[in-house]
């Protein structure tokens, strides 16, 4: 256990649903990210929060709604998305913002468009 | 573009052998950091190394840095099954406060 808790582990949606993933650090940590990771790609940054302060917002497209109630949780909302949304998306924390921090991962959520 | 590339994309060894896969990226970093994907889970981060430093060793994992080759590699000595997973490579360029993630290395330890 990485102390990141993502659920649910598999999602499948059609293109009109309304869908919300949820991340969940146990970590006392101030910064949260979503990744994108499809298949033969790069892992890819979305979104990262900082002591619940949005602070990177890595060209997402406006399906894409991320929210930071509090440091603990974080939510990605997602609505009207397209089949190449398919993916697993992570969530990881991390003590602090920077680069030069380590990464926690939690096991991910595997999304299906259809 | 992709700063950090691993290579190769993927490696097949038996059980015992070492492993060595390596990393090269375009611009200046600070740090580079290895992590490690078992199939369908999160990343987990295995080593971190500076750029001013040149080895550096965890367990069975052994991480080299060569800052003016722009490279890195990672040995994992005496493979064992558990070992099987995707690892990658992941920079943090000087100028940019973000952590790149290359394409990673499929290793697959054979019984």
């Known amino acids: 256990e990485t102390g990141v808790t993502q659920t649910p582990r598999h999602l499948v949606m059609g293109m009109t649903n309304k869908k919300s993933l949820k991340c969940e650090q146990h970590?006392?940590?101030?910064?949260m990210y979503w990744y994108k990771q499809s298949a033969k790609k790069p892992l890819e940054l979305m979104f990262v929060?900082?002591?619940?302060?949005?602070?990177e917002n890595n060209s997402v497209p406006s399906r894409f709604s991320p929210e930071c109630p509090n440091s603990s949780h974080l939510f990605l909302h997602l609505h009207t998305l397209q089949p190449e949304d398919s993916a697993l998306y992570l969530c990881?924390?991390?003590?602090?913002?920077?680069?030069?921090?380590?990464?926690?991962f939690g096991s991910g959520t595997q999304l299906s468009v259809l | 573009s992709q700063q950090g590339e691993e290579d190769p994309q993927a490696l097949s060894i038996q059980e015992g052998e070492n492993a060595t896969m390596n990393c090269s990226y375009k611009?200046?970093?600070?740090?580079l950091q290895w992590y490690r994907q078992n199939s369908g889970r999160g990343l987990v981060h295995l080593i971190l190394?500076?750029?001013?430093?040149r080895e550096k060793h965890s367990g069975r994992l052994r991480v080299t840095l060569d800052t003016s080759k722009k490279s890195s590699s990672l040995l994992i000595t005496a493979s064992r099954a558990a070992d099987t997973a995707s690892y990658f490579c992941?920079?943090?360029?000087?100028?940019?406060?973000?952590?790149?993630f290359g394409k990673g290395t499929r290793l697959h330890i054979l019984p």
């Open positions: 611009t200046s970093i600070n740090n």
């Open positions: 190394i500076r750029s001013n430093e």
């Open positions: 992941a920079t943090e360029p000087n100028r940019d406060d973000k952590i790149i």
């Open positions: 970590l006392g940590h101030n910064a």
């Open positions: 929060y900082n002591f619940k302060e949005q602070t």
């Open positions: 990881a924390s991390s003590q602090d913002a920077g680069a030069t921090e380590k990464l926690f």
